[in-house]
């Protein structure tokens, strides 16, 4: 990895914006209810002329039924990019809020309903629109990059959208103009970033509250009694987890590096939604959750997001038979934060590069 100048590594914490995290409460359906309502969902969707795009760490019930009915599951930008060469005219999206609003984006003609309007994000929630405006104001110097994993009025404020499967390149294209930048919100990913490029990031003190509960320290002692595994690391982890890591990478990297890599057992430091297309792609191989718990422990999310897992059946029945739930985005600051996007996927485009997916 490049080094970089720690004087170029900033982080300047704004104003620490407060926001609650949820107990994590998955649906619980008894099966014949369950089936109930997927029968229905499946009606629903044929008479709304609707298909269902799901994120990989929503309810695995909802990804396969994703699958099932011809929908998707993938992550944000792939479901928006999805979304847009389907022909449906309504997309359900089972994720996060950001998701919901970068379907919209990308696709302003169609309608875009979710299950729930309360699933956020805490990278979405900890970067406030007005206060990252701010910033990018008193750094006017600075070409802004924000991560997916932001709302449509941070993008609007964007030069550049990013993803974690695309962030690397991306930011080594702009060091290579001689750009300065900032990165926003995630400073894990920031600084992972920065490690690797050596770029001039000013980061923002954004985190996801799954990832960053990942434990080097109790990472190191499972994979000692696992020494066979691959170790397979999201980047919005501390530093200290992606230094045992085998792969480094976005969510659809890492689901390929399990079907590609010829190992019996893998430790896995994301999501544990992700982990039904994993054993989908590579059935014979066992999956370990890396460890959350240990000194330091807050286990406000335990592996899994609180706000994926309010994504429940129940809550798309009801988007489609009311209409309800729906993402509406002011048709100007939908141009915005489009541009930012479109630069992203014209990049990805010229170099070939089927990873400009890969979010949360
Ligand atoms: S897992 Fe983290 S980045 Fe993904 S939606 Fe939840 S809080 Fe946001």
């Known amino acids: 990895m490049n080094q970089p100048d720690p004087a170029r590594v900033q982080m300047r914490p704004p104003v620490a914006p407060r926001f609650e995290v949820p107990p994590t409460v998955c649906e619980s359906l008894a099966p014949a209810e369950r089936a109930s309502i997927e029968t229905q969902i499946r009606a629903l969707l044929v008479r709304e002329d609707a298909v269902l795009v799901a994120h990989y760490y929503v309810d695995e019930t909802i990804q396969a039924l994703a699958e099932a009915t011809g929908g998707h599951v993938s992550d944000s930008l792939d479901m928006a990019r999805f ?6 005219t309504t997309l359900v999206v089972a994720g996060v809020r950001f998701m919901g609003e970068t379907a919209k984006i990308l696709n302003p003609e169609k309608r875009v309903l979710m299950p729930t309007l309360e699933a956020e994000c805490s990278l979405d929630l900890g970067c406030p629109a007005d206060a990252f405006s701010a910033f990018c104001d008193a750094h006017p110097e600075r070409t802004v990059v924000v991560y997916a994993n932001t709302s449509a009025a941070v993008k609007a404020r964007a030069d550049w959208v990013a993803t974690s499967g695309s962030a690397v390149a991306l930011v080594n294209f702009l060091k290579d103009r001689s750009e ?181």
């Open 180 to 360: 300065r930048l900032i990165w926003a919100p995630d400073r894990y990913l920031g600084d992972y970033i920065a490690h690797a490029t050596g770029a001039d990031l000013l980061l923002w003190n954004g985190s996801c509250v799954v990832h960053e509960e990942f434990k080097g320290r109790e990472l190191h002692d499972l994979m000692r009694q696992h020494p066979q595994a691959k170790v397979l690391v999201h980047p919005e982890s501390p530093a200290a987890v992606i230094a045992l890591a085998d792969v480094v990478g976005s969510t659809s990297q890492l689901i390929q590096a399990v079907a590609a890599i010829d190992a019996p057992e893998f430790i896995v430091a994301t999501d544990r939604g992700i982990f039904h297309k994993m054993q989908q792609v590579a059935p014979g191989k066992r999956l370990i959750e890396a460890p959350t718990a240990g000194r330091g422990a807050t286990c406000r999310s335990c592996a899994h997001c609180p706000w994926m897992a309010m994504n429940g059946l129940r809550g798309v029945l009801q988007a489609l038979e009311t209409g309800a739930n729906e993402i509406r985005i002011d048709p100007d600051l939908g141009r915005r934060a489009y541009r930012p996007i479109k630069r992203l996927l014209e990049f990805s485009a010229g170099r070939g590069d089927p990873f400009l997916a890969g979010d949360a």
């Open 83 to 88: 979304g847009h060469e389907h022909p449906a």
